[in-house]
């Protein structure tokens, strides 16, 4: 699909989709508390689950992931474009840090960027996956496993494909992670993150 105007389109409709918070959604049809007054306030899967409700949270997070990982598939049905995959990942997650219905308030991407990662390749993901459980494992803390296994998916991408897109991609969204996690890496200097299973 070599049509310009469609493809900005398609790219336009991932940052969209993304946009719509499944936090936010899924809090007020289970009459929850608005996640982004719990917590960390980040309209997430972890605010929701600090409500108790573990099938809102379970939920949240399948919606989250999702919202990355449809997109890119369908674009990837769509054309052979390579480039265009890869922008269409980027603009979902982007659309869920920085949602047009929201302020352009949103999350922090993880599972969003999960979603992305198993739309290019679900090897990827599997292998993200493993990632965070281990460092979940050894340190306890869910945002240095996201922020360790987002990192390491980003290099192990170079040597995993000759698509340089995908890598190029993945560096980008690496980045995004990252800066949305500012709050949470300075906490994890200062020893005051929270620990899995204990609220903040």
Avoid: C
Avoid at 34 to 51: M, Y
Avoid at 60 to 72: E, F, H, N, R, S
Avoid at 79 to 96: F, P, Y
């Amino acid at each position: 699909m070599d049509n310009l105007p469609i493809q900005i389109l398609m790219v336009i409709g991932a940052y969209l989709l993304g946009s719509i918070n499944s936090a936010i959604i899924v809090s007020k049809a289970f009459s929850l508390p608005d996640p982004r007054a719990l917590g960390s306030g980040n309209p997430g899967a972890t605010n929701v689950l600090r409500t108790g409700n573990k099938t809102a949270a379970v939920i949240t997070l399948a919606g989250d992931l999702l919202k990355g990982l449809l997109p890119v598939l369908a674009v990837d049905l769509l054309t052979a474009s390579t480039i265009l995959v890869a922008a269409t990942g980027i603009a979902a997650l982007l659309g869920h840090m920085y949602p047009l219905y929201y302020g352009f308030k949103g999350g922090k991407g993880v599972a969003t960027t999960l979603g992305v990662l198993l739309g290019f390749d679900w090897l990827l993901g599997v292998v993200w996956i493993v990632l965070w459980l281990l460092t979940a494992l050894l340190f306890r803390y869910s945002s240095l496993s996201a922020l360790i296994a987002t990192l390491l998916i980003s290099i192990i991408s170079w040597f995993w494909t000759d698509n340089i897109w995908l890598f190029a991609s993945m560096v980008i969204i690496t980045l995004f992670v990252f800066w949305r996690h500012h709050s949470n890496i300075q906490n994890l200097l200062s020893g005051t993150e929270s620990k899995l299973g204990k609220s903040k």
